[in-house]
T-cell receptor, first 108, second 114 residues
Framework: QQPVQSPQAVILREGEDAVINCSSSKALYSVHWYRQKHGEAPVFLMILLKGGEQKGHEKISASFNEKKQQSSLYLTASQLSYSGTYFCGTLRDDKIIFGKGTRLHILP | GAGVSQSPSNKVTEKGKDVELRCDPISGHTALYWYRQSLGQGLEFLIYFQGNSAPDKSGLPSDRFSAERTGGSVSTLTIQRTQQEDSAVYLC????????????FGEGSRLTVL
């Protein structure tokens, strides 16, 4: 069963903040975040392995709440380069399954 | 090259024909995935190879789809008797570490079935 992402789409102005959520009805052991720009391959952002762990990449950070079975991706002071589709992935039966993605569009 | 290589990058075929899509992973990567991405949709898991273990085929949508990985390296995804709903971008990804490793994706093979 794939993780559920919300919102499905976000439109921001440059410099604004955004939060993308990823939740699962089953236990989460790790959360994987990727970004896919239009017409390109998905690119790795970060993996969170422990409950409560937080990580950062540029001005993008993420948290992982194992008990609540959810992770959130925080984009601070968004830049035009942040536009794209963000995917969270989780381990299911030893393989990585992705959510449907959140489309993020940054306006100048 | 240093990255994951996929071929062909674009394939247009007629309904009912068979197609083969190739993935050449990064050297030394033991894990290899195939995902399908339809227009505007997410990354749909198809099949997973890990080392010499039997592949996890649980995501293959029908028996028209099959994949193999020879010598623990190159993988071929075969779609027999293609249908219009098979039109999508087929993405291959490889990883050095099982489960917790970063996935490196190829540019994908765009399949159009007329």
């Amino acid at each position: 069963q794939q993780p559920v992402q919300s919102p499905q789409a976000v439109i921001l102005r440059e410099g604004e903040d955004a939060v993308i959520n990823c939740s699962s009805s089953k236990a989460l052991y790790s959360v994987h975040w990727y970004r896919q720009k239009h017409g390109e391959a998905p690119v790795f952002l970060m993996i969170l392995l422990k409950g409560g762990e937080q990580k950062g990449h540029e001005k993008i950070s993420a948290s992982f709440n194992e008990k609540k079975q959810q992770s959130s991706l925080y984009l601070t002071a968004s830049q035009l380069s942040y536009s794209g589709t963000y995917f969270c992935g989780t381990l299911r039966d030893d393989k990585i399954i992705f959510g449907k993605g959140t489309r993020l569009h940054i306006l100048p | 090259g240093a990255g994951v290589s996929q071929s062909p990058s674009n394939k247009v075929t007629e309904k009912g024909k068979d197609v083969e899509l190739r993935c050449d992973p990064i050297s030394g990567h033991t894990a290899l995935y195939w995902y399908r991405q339809s227009l505007g949709q997410g990354l749909e898991f198809l099949i997973y190879f890990q080392g010499n273990s039997a592949p996890d085929k649980s995501g293959l949508p029908s028996d028209r789809f099959s994949a193999e990985r020879t010598g623990g390296s190159v993988s071929t995804l075969t779609i027999q008797r293609t249908q219009q709903e098979d039109s999508a971008v087929y993405l291959c990804a490889s990883s050095f570490r099982r489960n917790t490793g970063e996935l490196f994706f190829g540019e994908g093979s765009r399949l159009t079935v007329l």
